[in-house]
Structures are given as structure tokens and as C-alpha cells.
């Protein structure tokens, strides 16, 4: 914990080093830095590194963005009613 109250004295990212922490380790850094109120950074990349986690164990993509699932849904539509792998403007058109 000293360590982390030292990178959030000089600001430095614990961001690389996060990535290879336990769960459990990082929601207890976690709500140590909540207690504390050691460093918004500190507390942020702890979120974005748990965020990452659960996205990738309950979606399958800890990159996934609102609306993804939606642009996939749909691209996969438009590719079962055109046939095409690649959508074109117009191949909707085309098929019809």
C-alpha cells in the first residue's frame, strides 16, 4: 500500500502494473484507495483495469463499447439478406 501511496504523490500510472494483479487484490486496492482517498488516479485505473476484466469474462471483448453488440447484430443481417462479407452502399438496394 506504500507503494501505491507513492505513485499517487508523484502521479506516476499503475496502469501497466495493474494488469497483472489478482481480482481480488485489485478490489481490495481498490476500496483501500476509496477509504483513503489516496489519488483519483489510482482509483481510476483500478476501475478501468476491473472494467477491462469483467467486460472480457462476461462479453468476451474487455475492449467492447455501448453498441457493439448492436453493430454486430445488425452487420451480421445485412450480410445473411445480401450474401456479401463487406457492405456497399447500395447493396441493400441491389438485393431487393
Known amino acids: 500500500f506504500m507503494l501505491l501511496k507513492a505513485l499517487a504523490i508523484f502521479e506516476a500510472s499503475i496502469s501497466s502494473v495493474s494488469g497483472a494483479l489478482p481480482v481480488k487484490l485489485l478490489i481490495d486496492l481498490l476500496n483501500f484507495s476509496l477509504a483513503n482517498d489516496v489519488a483519483g ?9 476491473l472494467d477491462k476484466r469483467l467486460k ?12 457493439d453488440a448492436t453493430k454486430r447484430t445488425i452487420a451480421g443481417a445485412v450480410k445473411a439478406f445480401t450474401g456479401k462479407d463487406e457492405y456497399s452502399f447500395g447493396d441493400i438496394t441491389n438485393t431487393v
Open 41 to 49: 488516479k489510482v482509483s481510476s485505473a483500478l476501475a478501468i483495469e
Open 56 to 67: 472480457g469474462a462476461l462479453l468476451g471483448d474487455e475492449n467492447y463499447k455501448l453498441g
